[in-house]
């Protein structure tokens, strides 16, 4: 795993173009601290730097950039190619390469770009990976990305150069970037936790779309990203001819596929664990490495100390079962103030998914032990984990019916009821139906109602946070977007698979994995998602919506196969996720910070939030009347990563 970054001008570059890449590498040592390099061609006004973390070929035979054995190309990458021997194999069989140097999957895919081009190379590489290629030949800068965007890649025109990098902060570092923060994104930052792609908290500052890639040149430098792979037609394509084997067959075929996958992220040359939750993917995760390992590997959980919060001891029980060398951590008010003035730093952008905050301290955890862990990301979005793929559809049959007014109505009922009241009357009938915290979930589920006329509306419902972000935001407006523009959503009839497909588009590649990827890299981590392998997507999207959702709960395939493995009862219970108590402690140890970073005078001052909604929300928050810890969340973060900006952007 590495960072790189870099830059095309039009013109000539200065003569400090060395200089100003290696500074823009300097930026994000912490995804690469073991090796530094930088590559410049005056000439042709490109300059390339790279930091490395060395998984893979420890050597210097895997230093970066490097150079392709042909001459033509120079390549700066982060990321991992699983299947790269595979690719040399076949290389080799067509005669196509000289002595290999060394073997780093960086050498792999440069000798496969020669011999194949860039697209054919990427569509038979399996991994995840980001990477810049110049081509010295023809003056031509390939950006690209992996199939669903586990690595990042950040690029625009500022002036007269083309920037490009693992982080913004990186691009943050050339001295023609303009720090102009982008009014749209931040009004989709309100909506959604996080600014989804292609957009980037920085105007003219766009993220590669996942599956594509980007050809430029100073003679055509407003050339459009091109897909190479896509996950929404992989969807239409597997709902449309759908595994027809039988029920055990499908387990069969899942352990097979899952388990190649996970023996395949299991190859490095540092020391390897698994993040373990305690939940169905994780918990299948370290199954099949425990089962393809020799000695017990690494498990690494985080719990709290608020019980209605805590499955450290689900991942505890389960780490005894299948004899994992297992470290518990625990997460609490006072570690979340301390990981607090980090967290602008550490995302890089303005990011609010409040589970960022155990997932930081687990990557740190893990990272004293491990350069590698693997995780259950994904398991969700493709099994069908989420219980708004299970409730969503049935409670929408139960209100369909209504007139719009009653179901407004009812909806506003439930969002004026104060969280502790719901969970009093509900928490023992949710608890028996599968449902943890039915406060906080029935009390946007009735903010939801009051705007829903169909199930997709609910569904959008569920997966945003304010309402009338473009009012919120000063000069506010909305982009573009992919819950807006559902013109281009896949095209398929089951609603319950609509939903998992928007959510393996947007909500997956934007959130879950960006939290995952910031967290672990601060901290030097490589982290690997075995459900993203391309055989176990293709797989997950082909089996009927009986094989994942069955008798009111989800991925039960993926609870099937655990059986294998697992006895049931250690994992019989409501799905939680990685949630923090964060409505408490707004109202309890981190009030103070909060009602600095949300004092009405400063939100005027700086110009970018209308303050009064915002200050009518903190109110309703702090009395106990509302549940919008998390909506404040992306406010509160915004505010943080301003902060860490200077104060100005």
């Not at 006004?45 to 060395?54: C, D, E």
């Not at 990321?79 to 792999?108: C, F, K, M």
Request: net charge neutral; charged share 25%; glycine share 8%.
């Amino acid at each position: 795993m590495c960072g790189f970054a870099g830059f095309l001008s039009r013109h000539k570059h200065p003569g400090d173009a060395q200089a100003i890449a290696t500074s823009m590498a300097a930026r994000i040592v912490h995804r690469g601290p073991d090796d530094h390099g930088a590559w410049v061609d005056s000439e042709s006004g490109i300059a390339m730097s790279h930091r490395r973390l060395a998984v893979v070929d420890l050597s210097a035979a895997g230093h970066q950039p490097m150079l392709s054995a042909s001459g033509r190309w120079v390549l700066v990458y982060n990321g991992e190619i699983y299947n790269h021997l595979e690719l040399r194999a076949q290389l080799d069989a067509e005669g196509a390469v000289r002595p290999w140097r060394g073997h780093s999957d960086t050498e792999t895919l440069l000798a496969a770009v020669d011999e194949w081009g860039v697209v054919e190379s990427l569509k038979r590489s399996v991994g995840m990976f980001a990477f810049a290629l110049w081509d010295r030949r023809e003056r031509e800068l390939w950006l690209a990305r992996d199939r669903i965007g586990e690595k990042p890649l950040y690029y625009g025109w500022q002036g007269e150069s083309f920037l490009f990098g693992s982080e913004l902060t990186a691009l943050r570092a050339h001295p023609a970037f303009d720090a102009k923060v982008d009014r749209g994104a931040l009004a989709l930052l309100l909506r959604h936790n996080h600014v989804p792609g292609p957009w980037s908290i920085f105007a003219g500052i766009r993220k590669l779309p996942p599956g594509s890639v980007l050809k430029i040149s100073a003679n055509k430098p407003d050339a459009a990203p091109l897909s190479w792979w896509s996950l929404a037609e992989l969807a239409e394509r597997s709902v449309a001819n759908p595994f027809a084997g039988s029920e055990e067959e499908a387990t069969d075929v899942l352990e097979r596929l899952l388990g190649n996958s996970v023996r395949g992220q299991m190859a490095a040359d540092v020391p390897l664990g698994a993040l373990l939750s305690g939940g169905i993917d994780s918990s299948l995760v370290t199954a099949l490495m425990q089962a393809n390992s020799a000695r017990p590997i690494r498990t690494f959980s985080i719990g709290f100390a608020e019980k209605d919060h805590d499955e450290a001891q689900h991942a505890r029980a389960i780490a005894a079962h299948l004899g994992t060398e297992h470290s518990e951590f625990r997460l609490a008010a006072s570690d979340a103030l301390e990981l607090i003035p980090r967290l602008a730093q550490i995302y890089d952008e303005p990011f609010a998914d409040a589970s960022q905050l155990p997932t930081c301290l687990v990557m740190q955890q893990a990272r004293r032990h491990v350069t590698v862990a693997l995780s259950g990301d994904a398991g969700d979005e493709f099994f069908g984990g989420y219980n708004r793929y299970v409730f969503g559809p049935g409670l929408w049959k139960r209100v369909a019916w209504m007139p719009s007014f009653v179901r407004r109505g009812l909806g506003a009922g439930l969002a004026a009821m104060p969280v502790p009241a719901i969970n009093r009357a509900f928490g023992r009938i949710a608890g028996k139906a599968g449902i943890a915290l039915p406060g906080e979930k029935l009390h946007k589920l009735g903010r939801c109602l009051r705007d829903a006329s169909s199930l997709d509306d609910l569904y959008v419902g569920l997966v945003s946070g304010w309402r009338d972000v473009e009012n919120m935001v000063v000069d506010g407006f909305i982009p573009p977007n992919l819950l807006d523009s559902r013109e281009t959503w896949p095209r398929l009839s089951d609603p319950v698979a609509r939903m998992m497909a928007l959510d393996s588009l947007g909500y997956l590649p934007d959130d879950i994995l960006v939290k995952v990827d910031r967290a672990s890299m601060a901290v030097s981590l490589e982290t690997r998602a075995p459900f993203l392998d391309r055989d176990v997507m293709a797989f997950a999207w082909s089996l009927p919506m009986s094989m994942k959702l069955r008798d009111g709960r989800g991925k039960w395939l993926l609870r099937r196969l655990l059986d294998r493995h697992v006895p049931r009862d250690l994992l019989d219970r409501p799905k939680a996720g990685f949630a923090i108590p964060l409505d408490a402690w707004l109202r309890g140890p981190l009030r103070e910070w909060a009602e600095s970073m949300l004092e009405e005078g400063r939100l005027r001052r700086e110009g970018y939030f209308d303050p009064k909604p915002i200050r009518a929300a903190w109110a309703q928050h702090v009395r106990g009347r509302a549940s919008s810890g998390h909506r404040l969340w992306s406010v509160l973060m915004f505010q943080a990563w301003l902060q860490q900006q200077g104060g100005s952007a």
